[in-house]
T-cell receptor, first 115, second 113 residues
C-alpha cells in the first residue's frame, strides 16, 4: 500500500524545545515538501527537496531545518527559534518536482501544539 | 511576486444549492490543479487542467480553465454534505524558491443539511 506517512499525528512540546516531525514515502518520488497550514492562511512552503542530499528554503524557512539523507525520508525539525510553531504541518511528495504538471500527494499531517 | 488568489474565502450554502469558487493568477499558467481538504484531513488532488478554455467534469463538479490561462473556477451543482471542506487551486511556480506549486488560500465550503 503506497503512500506518505507522517508521525506523530498530534505532538505537544514545551516552549524552547526542538522537535522533529517524521515524513516517509514509498511512492519512489524524487521531490518532497513541507508546508505549514494556519487557519485561513492556506499552505505555506517551508522547505522542499528535489533530490537526495539537496533541499531549498521556501517562503517561511526561518526557525526550521530539514535533511534528505534518503529518498524516502524528509524529516522536519522545528527549532526553538521558530517564534510561533503551533500549526498543522503537512508533508507532500511529487514525482519530479520540476515539471510543470507535477501533482503533489500529501501525508495526513502532524498537528503541533506548543505549551 | 507571483500570486494565486481565490474567492470567496468562505461560503455557506444550504444542501442542494450550487457553489462556485474562483481562482485568479497574476501570471499565465501552463496548468492549474485543484485540491480538496476535508475538515481535519489533508489536501487531496482532484483534477488538473492544461488547455486554454478547458472544461472537465467529475459527477457534480465542473472545472474550467480560462481562455487566457490566468483564471479557473470550480462549480458544484446541488451540493451535498459530503462536499464540505476547503478547495484549493494551485499553479506552477515559475522561478524563485517556492517549490513547483503555488497554492491559493482556499475556499472553505460549509453545507447546511
Amino acid at each position: 500500500d503506497g503512500g506518505i506517512t507522517q508521525s506523530p499525528k498530534y505532538l505537544f512540546r514545551k516552549e524552547g524545545q526542538n522537535v522533529t516531525l517524521s515524513c516517509e514515502q514509498n511512492l519512489n518520488h524524487d521531490a518532497m515538501y513541507w508546508y505549514r497550514q494556519d487557519p485561513g492562511q492556506g499552505l505555506r512552503l517551508i522547505y522542499y527537496s528535489q533530490i537526495v542530499n539537496d533541499f531549498q528554503k521556501g517562503d517561511i524557512a526561518e526557525g526550521y531545518s530539514v535533511s534528505r539523507e534518503k529518498k524516502e525520508s524528509f524529516p522536519l525539525t522545528v527549532t526553538s527559534a521558530q517564534k510561533n510553531p503551533t500549526a498543522f504541518y503537512l508533508c507532500a511528495s511529487s514525482i519530479e518536482g520540476q515539471g510543470a504538471i507535477d501533482t503533489q500527494y500529501f501525508g495526513p499531517g502532524t498537528r503541533l501544539t506548543v505549551l | 511576486g507571483q500570486q494565486v488568489m481565490q474567492i470567496p474565502q468562505y461560503q455557506h450554502v444550504q444542501e442542494g444549492e450550487d457553489f462556485t469558487t474562483y481562482c485568479n493568477s497574476s501570471t499565465t499558467l501552463s496548468n492549474i490543479q485543484w485540491y480538496k481538504q476535508r475538515p481535519g484531513g489533508h489536501p487531496v488532488f482532484l483534477i488538473q487542467l492544461v488547455k486554454s478554455g478547458e472544461v472537465k467534469k467529475q459527477k457534480r463538479l465542473t472545472f474550467q480553465f480560462g481562455e487566457a490561462k490566468k483564471n479557473s473556477s470550480l462549480h458544484i451543482t446541488a451540493t451535498q454534505t459530503t462536499d464540505v471542506g476547503t478547495y484549493f487551486c494551485a499553479g506552477p511556480h515559475y522561478g524563485g524558491s517556492q517549490g513547483n506549486l503555488i497554492f491559493g488560500k482556499g475556499t472553505k465550503l460549509s453545507v447546511k443539511p
